[in-house]
């Protein structure tokens, strides 16, 4: 199976299947894929995307965003939810090149984790009701907030840590791609910060080891925080994940690994 999904105008769009759980399953692939922003299809884009046979869109981004930068076409066949996750917009003015980029962005997604629990929520029992997939979950980089909803996911799949921090930071693959996009628009500018398109394994690895401390668990997080049961998180794991035979396990624990990540593809 292929994890990176080729399209001419997106460069984030991803598979997120594959990734084996500590319970011996696996992420069923072609259920839940995570985007750049669906603004971008057009043409032969928009037909490849068709051919994925998506029913439903989670769109993170706020709605004035969403306008200005335009929103998956209309079509039949898919339920589009616009569910804005960020309630506080980034100030880029606060980040300390001595902390870090991976610093500056966890302090960001804990902001996401503490404010928009209600859109974070809602985001989770779309993908949890098996009716609705395949589920795309995208922003506008397919990095951050979209970051922050895959990693809850896998996390309540059993998908360990290190696995949700690579997925989160193959984002990187596609950096240079959108710093080209960017450069196009603004002929004449440079790239405007540090940042720009960048996703450190680091940030997730804080993001995710500070919300365990402060709430004993991923799991622990959402039930308090977002008021997510057992029961969806079981309905999650019922038409997320499955079963793997003896032979197929050896080879998926390979192929799941964070380096083997790196590459963009994990095949069967």
């Known amino acids: 199976m292929i994890r990176h999904i080729e399209f001419d105008r997106l460069h984030n769009f991803r598979d997120v299947g594959g990734y084996v759980t500590a319970d011996g399953r696996r992420v069923r ?3 839940l894929y995570r985007s750049d922003s669906l603004g971008a299809l057009t043409g032969a884009d928009a037909e490849r995307f068709l051919r994925l046979g998506i ?3 989670i769109d993170l981004r706020h709605p004035d965003e969403a306008e200005a930068q335009g929103r998956v076409p209309g079509r039949d066949g898919y339920r589009y939810h616009n569910l804005s996750v960020e309630q506080q917009p980034w100030d880029r003015a606060a980040y300390d090149p001595r902390a870090g980029l991976g610093r500056f962005f966890a302090d960001h997604y804990r902001r996401v984790a503490e404010m928009g629990t209600a859109e974070l929520a809602d985001a ?14 995208h922003c506008a980089a397919g990095k951050d907030r979209t970051g922050v909803v895959t ?3 896998l996390a309540l799949l059993g998908v360990p840590h290190e696995d949700v921090i690579a997925d989160y930071a193959l984002t990187d693959l ?10 196009a628009r603004h002929p004449g500018e440079e790239i405007p910060w540090a940042g720009f398109g960048r996703a450190p394994a680091e940030a997730m690895r804080l993001f995710l080891t500070e919300l365990c401390a402060a709430h004993g668990s991923v799991r622990s997080y959402c039930r308090n925080a977002l008021g ?13 994940l499955e079963d793997l035979g003896d032979g197929d396990r ?3 624990l390979e192929r799941s690994s964070p380096h083997a990540a790196t590459d963009g593809r994990l095949g069967e």
């Open 55 to 57: 029913r439903t869109v």
């Open 29 to 31: 692939w072609r259920r």
């Open 174 to 183: 596609a950096a240079e791609k959108f710093a080209r996009d960017w450069l």
């Open 228 to 240: 997510i049961g057992d029961d969806l998180v079981e309905r999650l794991r019922d038409h997320l």
């Open 250 to 252: 050896d080879r998926s």
């Open 124 to 137: 989770l029992r779309l993908i949890a009701d098996a009716d609705n997939a395949p589920v795309v979950v």
């Open 151 to 153: 990693a809850l996911v």
